[in-house]
C-alpha cells in the first residue's frame, strides 16, 4: 500500500465518520474495493481466543494479505493494518460463526479458535451480563477510550455510541 493510498483511504474515513458511521468498515472496505480492486470481505474480528469483538469489513490485497482500513477503531495501536496470511493478526480476522457454521460442526473450520457459541449467542449473553462495556477486549483500554472521547468531539456517531452505552447501563465515565 503506498503513502498516497493510505491519505485516500483515510480521509475516505474521515468522510464516512463525519457523515454519521460509527467505525466505518464496511464503507471503507467498499471504497477500497471499487478504488484499487481489492475484495471487500464481511465477517468478524475476534480475539486470538475466539470470542468475537465486532462484525467487521476488511479488503483481501492480491498477494493474500489483508487491509483493514478501520483498524483504528480497535484501540490496538493501528491505524491502516496490512496482515500477511498466515501471521497472528490475520487469523483474527474470520467468517461469522452461527449455530450451524463453526469449528464443531465444519471441517475446514476445525483448526480455529471458537468461543464454544455462535458469535450472536456470545454477545446476547455477554451483554446480558453487562460485559460489553467500551474497550471490553483490551486488556489496557486507556488508548481506545481516548481515541473514542476524540472522536465523540468530531463524529456525530460516537457521541451517539457513547450514549447508547450509557442507557445500556454502562459507566462511561472514561468516555467523556
Known amino acids: 500500500m503506498t503513502d498516497l493510498q493510505r491519505e485516500e483511504v483515510c480521509a475516505y474515513r474521515h468522510q464516512k465518520r463525519l457523515a454519521g458511521c460509527w467505525g466505518a468498515c464496511f464503507e471503507v472496505a467498499c471504497f477500497i474495493e471499487h478504488r484499487y480492486g481489492w475484495r471487500r470481505v464481511d465477517g468478524v474480528y475476534a480475539l486470538p481466543d475466539g470470542r468475537p469483538v465486532f462484525l467487521h469489513s476488511w479488503n483481501s490485497m492480491p498477494d493474500g494479505c489483508l487491509l483493514d482500513g478501520t483498524a483504528d477503531q480497535f484501540g490496538e495501536g493501528l491505524d491502516i493494518a496490512v496482515h500477511p496470511e498466515g501471521t497472528p493478526d490475520f487469523s483474527r480476522y474470520r467468517e461469522k460463526y452461527t449455530a450451524a457454521h463453526n469449528p464443531n ?72
Open 105 to 176: 460442526e465444519i471441517a475446514w473450520l476445525a483448526a480455529r479458535a471458537y468461543a464454544g457459541m455462535s458469535d450472536q449467542t456470545f454477545w446476547d449473553e455477554q451483554e446480558a451480563r453487562k460485559m460489553l462495556f467500551p474497550g471490553w477486549w483490551l486488556a489496557d483500554a486507556t488508548s481506545y477510550l481516548a481515541w473514542f472521547r476524540r472522536g465523540a468531539a468530531i463524529y456525530p456517531m460516537f457521541a451517539k455510541m457513547r450514549d447508547r452505552y450509557r442507557t445500556r447501563g454502562y459507566d462511561i465515565a472514561g468516555l467523556e
